[in-house]
C-alpha cells in the first residue's frame, strides 16, 4: 500500500494514524502541495479532486481520509479498529459524519487564523468574523463530544476509527492555543489519542 500524503495536513494526518496503528506495511509518498504537487497530471488520475490524501493498494485507488480508514480497518482486523457489531459499527460511522460534517469545518478558520504551521499566504487575518462564528459553532459541537465521553475513555466501547477522526483538527487547534477547559472529558480524551505511539510517529511524518 501506498499512502500519498501532504506536509502539515490533517486529513493527511488521519490517513496515516489509521495505517500506523495497524502495525502494517505501507509506503508514504510526499505530495507537494505548496508546489502545485496534487494539481499535477499523474495526480489527478489518482484523484480528480486534486484532494489529498490518497491511498493506492495495488491497483485500487482510494481518497476521502474517512473512507481510506474505513478499508485499513477492514482490511487489518487484528488492529480492531472496528466494533464487530452492526450497531456499534453504524456509531462509529456516526462519530465520523460529525467529525466531518461539523466538527472539521469548524475548526478550519481557527486553524487557519492561529496554528503555527499554516503558511503565511494561508492565514486569515482580517476575518474576525468568519472565525468568531467557528467559535461558536465548535463550542456547540465540542459540547456533543464532552457529554458523549463522560465516564468513558473512548467514544465507543475501545478505541476505534471513531475516536481517531477527531487528532488531527483538535490538535491543529490546541496548537493554537484553543482553550479545552470548558471541556474536561473531551481534553482528557484528546490527551489520550496524542501520546498513542501511532499518533506520535504521524505527527513526525506530517508536522515532523
Not at 39 to 63: A, E, H, Q
Not at 64 to 81: D, M, T
Not at 103 to 129: L, Q, S
Request: glycine residues 6%; charged residues 20%; aromatic residues 12%.
Amino acid at each position: 500500500m501506498e499512502l500519498f500524503y501532504g506536509r502539515t495536513q490533517g486529513n493527511s494526518a488521519r490517513a496515516a494514524f489509521a495505517l500506523f496503528e495497524t502495525g502494517s506495511s505501507w509506503l508514504p509518498r510526499l505530495v507537494d502541495w505548496r508546489q502545485g504537487g496534487n494539481r499535477s497530471t499523474d495526480y489527478l488520475v489518482l484523484n480528480p479532486m486534486g484532494k489529498i490524501p490518497v491511498l493506492t493498494d495495488g491497483d485500487f485507488v482510494l481518497w476521502e481520509s474517512n473512507a481510506i480508514n474505513w478499508y485499513v480497518a477492514e482490511k487489518y482486523p487484528a488492529a480492531r479498529l472496528l466494533p464487530h457489531s452492526l450497531g456499534g459499527r453504524a456509531a462509529v460511522q456516526r462519530w465520523q459524519f460529525f467529525q466531518a460534517g461539523h466538527v472539521t469545518p469548524a475548526c478550519f478558520p481557527i486553524i487557519r487564523a492561529t496554528n503555527p504551521h499554516v503558511p503565511e499566504p494561508m492565514r486569515v487575518k482580517h476575518d474576525a468574523p468568519a472565525v468568531t462564528a467557528a467559535r461558536r459553532d465548535l463550542a456547540r459541537y465540542l459540547a456533543v463530544l464532552d457529554s458523549a465521553l463522560e465516564g468513558r475513555e473512548w467514544l465507543e466501547e475501545a478505541f476505534s476509527l471513531a475516536d481517531l477522526a477527531y487528532a488531527p483538527h483538535l490538535s491543529m487547534i490546541a496548537e493554537g492555543g484553543f482553550d479545552f477547559a470548558p471541556y474536561p472529558a473531551l481534553r482528557a480524551w484528546l490527551e489520550r489519542l496524542l501520546e498513542r505511539p501511532a499518533w506520535r510517529k504521524t505527527a513526525e511524518l506530517i508536522w515532523g
